[in-house]
């Protein structure tokens, strides 16, 4: 029996990465991302949000195309989450939504804690974490951060 834990790597990130930093970022995931496939990862657990997480996920649909058994599953924290996002935004998110292997959302309504509640729900399902940490605050710190706690592998492209 595979335990999925085991072959499942999430993401974390900002929101915004700064566009000089965005070519050089993109080679630093994809090389983690390559490592961790040839290391026998196969699921890719995303929280669908603006900035690094959609290009995470992106990427692992990039790479699909090199490593057909890689799944990407997106956990959502809401179905009105893109809501009020700038339309080309909205357009790429339902683009990646409709070539995910796996949606699922954890609140069927935005609530307080809903956006917590993903990136925990990311965490507790994974044994990697790659993500995209330059500031000491906010949620993606906070996320890292339990990672850590949890024993996740965890790989900051913004530090390699």
Same mark, same amino acid.
């Given at each position: 029996?595979?335990?999925?834990?085991?072959?499942?790597?999430?993401?974390?990130?900002?929101?915004?990465?700064?566009?000089?930093?965005?070519?050089?970022?993109?080679?630093?995931?994809?090389?983690?991302?390559?490592?961790?496939?040839?290391?026998?990862?196969?699921?890719?657990?995303?929280?669908?949000? $603006?900035?690094?997480d959609?290009? @995470?996920?992106?990427?692992?649909?990039?790479?699909? #195309?090199? /490593?057909?058994q !890689? =799944?990407?599953?997106?956990? $959502?924290?809401?179905?009105?989450? @893109?809501?009020?996002?700038?339309?080309?935004?909205? #357009?790429? /998110?339902?683009? !990646? =939504?409709?070539?995910?292997?796996?949606?699922?959302?954890?609140?069927?309504?935005?609530?307080?804690?809903?956006?917590?509640e993903?990136?925990?729900?990311?965490?507790?399902n994974?044994?990697?974490?790659?993500?995209?940490?330059?500031?000491?605050?906010?949620?993606?710190?906070?996320?890292?951060?339990?990672?850590?706690?949890?024993?996740?592998?965890?790989?900051?492209?913004?530090?390699?």
């Open positions: 029996m595979l335990n999925r834990k085991r072959v499942t790597c999430c993401f974390s990130g900002h929101r915004r990465i700064p566009t000089e930093n965005l070519e050089e970022i993109s080679r630093k995931l994809r090389m983690v991302l390559i490592k961790l496939i040839e290391n026998g990862y196969i699921y890719f657990g995303a929280g669908g949000a $603006l900035g690094f959609m290009l @995470a996920e992106k990427m692992v649909l990039d790479l699909k #195309r090199q /490593y057909p !890689i =799944k990407l599953i997106l956990v $959502l924290p809401c179905v009105s989450q @893109a809501n009020h996002w700038k339309e080309e935004d909205r #357009r790429v /998110y339902a683009r !990646i =939504k409709e070539q995910a292997d796996k949606v699922v959302y954890i609140s069927q309504e935005y609530s307080k804690g809903c956006m917590h993903r990136n925990r729900h990311l965490v507790d994974s044994s990697a974490c790659v993500c995209y940490l330059t500031e000491n605050t906010g949620g993606t710190m906070y996320t890292v951060q339990y990672a850590v706690r949890k024993g996740l592998y965890v790989q900051n492209v913004a530090k390699i």
